[in-house]
């Protein structure tokens, strides 16, 4: 027997769904195209920072999911969770927006 979701398991499951689509779209085809525009710039082969690239998202994940399993234990125990997403969220927007400095730095766009 199945159940209808709730209006807010709903604006989750969309939450989701669109968050997912953001991301994959992003580390797939924006970022790439970014970061070899920064490269390039900066006077580096195509294959080096396409390797240089490769580096990073493995140590990237290396990283998390080291952390990972660490700060969630952290999060549930002590209960900071909202303090954790707080303080990575704005991580996340401020090293992305140090990204557009990178660019001007380079002279990418100027």
Same mark, same amino acid.
């Given at each position: 027997m199945s159940r209808r979701l709730t209006t807010q398991e709903?604006?989750?499951?969309?939450?989701?769904?669109?968050?997912?689509?953001?991301?994959?779209?992003?580390?797939?085809?924006?970022?790439?195209?970014? $970061?070899?525009?920064?490269a390039d710039?900066?006077?580096?082969?195509?294959?080096?920072?396409t390797a240089y690239l490769g580096y990073a998202n493995s140590f990237g994940t290396l990283i998390v999911s080291i952390s990972a399993p660490i700060l969630g234990t952290i999060g549930d125990f002590?209960? $900071?969770?909202?303090?954790?997403?707080?303080?990575?969220?704005?991580?996340?927007?401020? $090293?992305?927006?140090?990204?557009?400095?990178?660019l001007v730095t380079n002279g990418c766009y100027s």
């Open positions: 709903k604006s989750w499951v969309f939450y989701d769904w669109a968050n997912s689509a953001y991301s994959i779209l992003i580390t797939t085809a924006i970022f790439p195209l970014f $970061f070899k525009a920064a710039g900066a006077g580096l082969a195509g294959s080096t920072s002590r209960g $900071f969770k909202k303090r954790l997403f707080t303080i990575f969220a704005i991580l996340g927007i401020v $090293f992305t927006a140090l990204l557009a400095v990178v």
